[in-house]
């Protein structure tokens, strides 16, 4: 537990410091960060879904279709 604890401890005050911005200041700063980011993981989930699409091995085997029935003639 002790390996992460700095990382709670730097979210804690990257945390603190922006709640203590003016709201004016809150906006800007919080754009810049979270547009790209999710900008980047957007791009990387279509990046993933396409080639999940296209990869060969994502195929599956369709089940042949049946033959059509010959048409009954009336006698």
Not at 12 to 20: A, F, Y
Not at 21 to 34: G, R, W
């Amino acid at each position: 537990m002790d390996r992460v604890d700095w990382l709670w401890q730097w979210w804690d005050g990257v945390e603190l410091w922006l709640v203590q911005l003016p709201v004016a200041v809150q906006f800007p700063v919080v754009m810049v960060v979270v547009l790209p980011l999710c900008l980047g993981v957007a791009r990387l989930i279509d990046r993933v879904a396409d080639w999940g699409a296209k990869n060969p091995a994502s195929l599956v085997e369709a089940a042949p279709e049946p033959e059509p029935e010959p048409e009954k003639v009336a006698a």
